[in-house]
């Protein structure tokens, strides 16, 4: 898809409610098992940062009374956090010098900055019915974008692979009106909203086969010019979310921070909505 200007980074925190499960799921990713998983997600967690060793040792086991035994098992825990666990995570891209302090400080931000967000998407397609309801089509050269415009009825196979620099359309088949927001998270990880935006301003849906970009839209088709996994979340709802940066969206195709897709996770959570979930490789 088309690159999006719109970038500004900020600092970003795992909320306190959902970073066990983050952690735990980042420790399956990393493939560390027991006791190893235990050690990185005592030693993340926001309430034991201030923590020592011989504090991570406890917490990892409270039963051990004797001091001797705790020093013992805090050295082994701070040894294998240092050679084991430090090491896995640099296989992973974390970048740090040998002999750094308190490297589980820079970890857990440099987890917060680079994971959190593909975490948060997972979660939502997780959430998201995979449906024939919703699928891309491929705007052949010798197809007039009108007539395009003109079909009421679905395609049966969408694509699940375009070749490079293809133009495709995206196809809802609503059985009910709704307000849509699109989310598509492009093959380098980033995530855009394409409703509301210059390519479908109009975020009311009726009961019918749907087309974006929208005929109002300056362009016909998206473009796939990134190789890799074009993902696709429609987000549906009785109403449009109240989410502030949907007005900055609508006059241009805006890129999320993380701060936005936390929101929209915690959205969906709490309120009536439905998620549809389509994806296409380009080779």
Not at 55 to 82: C, D, F, M, Q, Y
Not at 137 to 152: D, F, M, S, W, Y
Not at 224 to 235: H, K, P, Y
Request: net charge negative.
């Amino acid at each position: 898809m088309e690159a999006f200007n719109i970038r500004v980074i900020e600092a970003m925190e795992i909320p306190e409610q959902h970073e066990a499960d983050f952690l735990r799921d980042i420790a399956d990713k990393l493939g560390l098992q027991f006791p190893h998983d235990s050690i990185f997600t005592e030693r993340l967690a926001k309430d034991n940062l201030d923590f020592d060793w011989l504090g991570i040792a406890k917490s990892l086991n409270p039963n051990v009374t004797e001091e001797e035994e705790r020093l013992k098992l805090a050295e082994n825990t701070r040894k294998t956090w240092s050679k084991e666990i430090c090491n896995t995570l640099k296989q992973w891209g974390f970048s740090y010098k040998k002999g750094d302090k308190k490297l589980w400080l820079s970890a857990r931000q440099w987890l917060a900055q680079t994971q959190y967000g593909s975490w948060l998407w997972e979660q939502l397609s997780q959430q998201s019915q995979r449906t024939q309801q919703m699928g891309f089509i491929e705007a052949p050269e010798t197809l007039a974008v009108a007539n395009l415009g003109a079909r009421r009825e679905p395609s049966k196979d969408y694509k699940d692979q375009v070749g490079l620099n293809s133009e495709v359309i995206l196809e809802i088949n609503l059985t009910a009106a709704a307000h849509l927001t699109l989310l598509e998270r492009e093959p380098n990880g980033t995530v855009v909203c394409l409703c509301p935006s210059e390519y479908a301003p109009n975020t009311l849906l009726s009961r019918n086969i749907e087309k974006i970009p929208q005929e109002s839209a300056p362009y016909p088709t998206f473009a796939a010019t990134e190789l890799g996994q074009e993902q696709w979340i429609a987000l549906l709802t009785p109403q449009s979310p109240p989410f502030q940066w949907l007005k900055q969206s609508r006059w241009e195709a805006m890129e999320l921070q993380l701060l936005h897709l936390q929101e929209v996770f915690e959205y969906v959570k709490t309120n009536q909505a439905r998620l549809l979930y389509t994806e296409y490789e380009v080779v």
